[in-house]
């Protein structure tokens, strides 16, 4: 997702290429984003996490990781790390970013690193909540108020692990957040080489809107295609 909050752009999990490892992207990937003021990055997988992506941007970016991931950040030649644990928080250009808890695997695989991973909420004007990857957890209604919550609600297969939700857990997610509008993430875009897309990869948002209906009919669902963008 590339955000912007009032002048300022923010740039979470890039994954800016046709392909990582053995995923291939349904669609042609993103323009590389120009003038960022930061990046967020959730965690170390891969899909999250792509070194070859962040190195078509400027090295002397801001970068916001999780705790263990620095190490990692500035191998790759990026200067302008800083590493926030859940509850810590770092300004960039007046805004307030910070960092939340996430249920979700730490590890980076092949490589021996980890990072316990964290969510973020951008407080500006209209507070934002980028869940990165995670289950739903009870301190997630100590984020609230919120104007958005970008929530994961499927993943690059059709079976999820630990630390994920799916379409209903997410719709859960939104009833314990109460935020002014929600948009699903983190579906329709990757798949592994061996898999054909279906109901599994297409279908999750529509399902999280319909949920989200029952649960919390108040919250504005808005779903988009990648590529597609909204204004608050």
Known sequence: M???LGGVRLLTDPVLRPAVAYLRRHGAPPEVPA????VLLSHLHHDHLDVASLRL?????????????????RKAGFAKVAELEPGES?????????????????????SGVRASPIGFVVQGDRPVYFAG???????????RPLDLALLPVAGWG??????????????RAVEMLRPRLAVPIHWGTFRPLW?????????????FAAQVAELAPEV???VLVPGESLEL
């Open 2 to 4: 590339l955000l912007e």
């Open 35 to 38: 003038q960022l003021d930061a």
């Open 57 to 73: 941007l400027p090295r002397d970016v801001r970068t916001l990781v999780p705790t263990g991931a620095a190490a990692l950040l």
């Open 90 to 110: 770092i300004e960039v250009r007046g805004l307030q970013i910070e960092a939340t808890r996430a249920e979700h695997d730490d590890r980076r695989m092949l």
């Open 133 to 143: 990857d995670t289950d739903l957890f009870a301190a997630m209604e100590e984020l």
């Open 158 to 171: 059709p079976k999820l692990g630990p630390g994920h939700m799916n379409a209903a857990r997410a719709a």
């Open 195 to 207: 898999k054909s897309r279906g109901s599994w990869f297409r279908d999750p948002p529509n399902h």
């Open 220 to 222: 504005e669902v808005r």
